[in-house]
Nanobody, 114 residues
Framework: VQLVESGGGLVQPGGSLRLSCAASGFTFRIYGMNWYRQTPGKARELVAAISRGGGSTNYADSVKGRFTISRDNAKNTVYLQMNSLKPDDTAVYYC????????WGQGTQVTVSS
């Protein structure tokens, strides 16, 4: 299993970023996918989750109305559209899938700062 995140970077407060996670090594279309984030000294936090077909999504309260998770099963890719970014959104963002084991990508840094 391989998960490769991309799309992170430095953005000003109020700005937008779209993260991508390219998946391989498993049957992508039959698994739900998740985005987590982590800041130094804190536990990894579930940000958003999407069902295998994309019809069901869930979000942390802190990002509801600002972030949107989506997936393209033809491209084996899951996305996280992040709008109205705040400094508190600064973190390393990880793509995750649980098959019989938890798998994680390497993470992509998102920094929200003026």
């Amino acid at each position: 299993v391989q998960l490769v995140e991309s799309g992170g970077g430095l953005v000003q407060p109020g700005g937008s970023l779209r993260l991508s996670c390219a998946a391989s090594g498993f049957t992508f279309r039959i698994y739900g996918m998740n985005w987590y984030r982590q800041t130094p000294g804190k536990a990894r936090e579930l940000v958003a989750a999407i069902s295998r077909g994309g019809g069901s999504t869930n979000y942390a309260d802190s990002v509801k109305g600002r972030f949107t998770i989506s997936r393209d099963n033809a491209k084996n890719t899951v996305y996280l559209q992040m709008n109205s970014l705040k400094p508190d959104d600064t973190a390393v963002y990880y793509c995750n899938v649980y098959t019989r084991v938890n798998y994680w990508g390497q993470g992509t840094q998102v920094t929200v700062s003026s």
